[in-house]
């Protein structure tokens, strides 16, 4: 039974023991046996050191915790960052191709990779002046 409530994480005293085990009508019946008041304490110790590494773990672990957080939210904006700085410059690169007559080479190009194609318009990579190819070369878009 002991080892019930230790699992449980229940509180382990004379009187919640008694309730807990059939045959035990008062809390008498544990502390008046000297092995049983033994066993109890043992467990009531375990039990006590249990929870205050718990505690101490608690009060370290908070703090560790919401600062490799604070880290990954960084991490994030620093990403995002990457991310728009990375969108501006391929719109400026497909537009200056664009402009010095190698955009039908270019376009040629992602033709044959369209699931490129459909990720880089999904996410706005394409400047406005330049319209993705059709995956039916004969029709229009």
Same mark, same amino acid.
């Given at each position: 039974?002991?080892?019930?409530?230790?699992? =449980?994480?229940?509180?382990?005293? %004379?009187?919640?023991?008694?309730?807990?085990?059939?045959?035990?009508? =008062?809390?008498?019946?544990?502390?008046?046996?000297?092995?049983?008041? =033994?066993?109890?304490?043992?467990?009531?110790?375990?039990?006590?050191?249990?929870?205050?590494? &718990?505690? &101490? %773990?608690?009060?370290?672990?908070?703090?560790?915790?919401?600062?490799?957080?604070? &880290?990954?939210?960084?991490?994030?904006?620093?990403?995002?960052?990457?991310?728009?700085?990375?969108?501006?410059?391929?719109?400026?690169?497909?537009?200056?191709?664009?402009?010095?007559?190698?955009?039908? %080479?270019?376009?040629?190009?992602?033709?044959?990779?369209?699931?490129?194609?459909?990720?880089?318009?999904?996410?706005?990579?394409?400047?406005?002046?330049?319209?993705?190819?059709?995956?039916?070369?004969?029709?229009?878009?």
């Amino acid at each position: 039974m002991l080892d019930r409530m230790f699992r =449980a994480n229940e509180t382990i005293t %004379a009187r919640s023991v008694t309730r807990s085990v059939i045959g035990f009508s =008062a809390t008498t019946s544990i502390t008046r046996d000297e092995w049983r008041s =033994a066993q109890l304490a043992v467990w009531i110790q375990r039990q006590s050191d249990l929870r205050k590494i &718990q505690e &101490q %773990a608690d009060k370290h672990s908070k703090p560790k915790l919401l600062a490799k957080l604070e &880290q990954k939210e960084k991490r994030i904006r620093e990403l995002e960052q990457t991310v728009d700085l990375l969108l501006s410059s391929h719109r400026s690169m497909i537009h200056a191709v664009g402009e010095v007559g190698g955009m039908r %080479a270019w376009l040629k190009f992602y033709e044959k990779h369209q699931g490129i194609q459909k990720q880089l318009s999904d996410i706005g990579a394409f400047p406005s002046s330049v319209v993705p190819i059709s995956t039916n070369p004969g029709k229009p878009q």
